[in-house]
């Protein structure tokens, strides 16, 4: 039987390599990929009959929407509105893939530290960018916050810029942590079913329990994950 | 510009005094459950570690492209749990705040 790390290794589908770089294609982005398309196709699906009064499918896409509408504009205020497509689009790939995860013989990208790593770095950077572009060098005020004596600024400045970079580490951490741990204790506790013959049931009730929690946990933590992404670009928008 | 139809009309008279009614009403005490409490301590402990570790590994980088050995590793691993402490006073002054509203 397989170990419960296992289910977490990468393999390659397609090999490529560019300039000695590897950049196959692997289970990971066939991943990403199906959880990005299935987000289009649902919704495509679901809005294929406009009506004013939505009915049941419709309804679905029109909620999600609202809800993370509500998310940005009670964060980040309606300044933020501007932005609200990057944190639609990120709150969804991430809730999709960590739903995708659950499904048998699937792959759950939302595990590895690079993948979720790679976004939350993304999101930093346009956080950067969009506290430059409104604020310009008022934006340096972040790593010297008002009111603090220059004398403190060798201080101050490096435990403002490591405060800063250290976000996305913990968004990371956090999301990829509960993903793992999930996934591991289910593989274990499935290993049970087997060798325990008849007194298997105990713990297959046990991981159909887990799998409830699971799905829950997924899109709980997609939702800690968009809502701590709109605390940090109102972070951005309106800090000091 | 297409006429909205009268019961559509009354229908959304209806849903803006029932949303006049309810956005006055008090948010429940009960909103921090045990999970909650949870999760924010989970939180908590995220930002110390995360400060500390990021601060470490921009120390022994630094360290590996200056060759001082361990001198800057030893500095930005402090200045790292100094940020994680303010980065986890922060979000529980958030906390505090939002539950003084």
Known sequence: MSGPMEQFEIKRLIPLDINGYDVSFTNSSLCMLISALSVVVVFALCLRKKTLIPGVAQSIPESVYEFIHNLVLNNVGKEGLKYFSFIFTLSLFIATGNLLGLFPYSFTFTSHLAAVGALSVFALLFNICVGIKKKKLGYLRTFMPKGIPWPLAPLIIPIETISLLSKPFSLTVRLVANMTVGHVMLKIIAGFIVSLKIAGVVPLLFDSAIIAFEIFIAVLQAYIYTILSCIYLGDALHYH | ?101
Do not use: W
Not at chain 2, 2 to 11: F, G, R
Not at chain 2, 15 to 23: D, E, L, M, R
């Open chain 2, 1 to 101: 510009m297409q006429k909205i139809p009268e019961d559509i009309q009354a229908l959304e008279k209806k849903i803006a005094a029932i949303k006049k009614k309810t956005s006055g009403e008090p948010e429940t005490e009960n909103k921090h459950t045990q999970f909650s409490h949870l999760a924010m301590g989970l939180r908590l402990g995220v930002e110390l570690a995360s400060g500390t570790i990021v601060g470490a590994a921009i120390g022994y980088m630094l360290d590996e492209m200056f060759d001082f050995q361990f001198v800057l590793l030893l500095i930005f691993t402090i200045f790292g749990g100094c940020a994680g402490m303010l980065n986890a006073y922060r979000y529980a002054k958030s906390v505090n705040d939002i539950g003084e509203k």
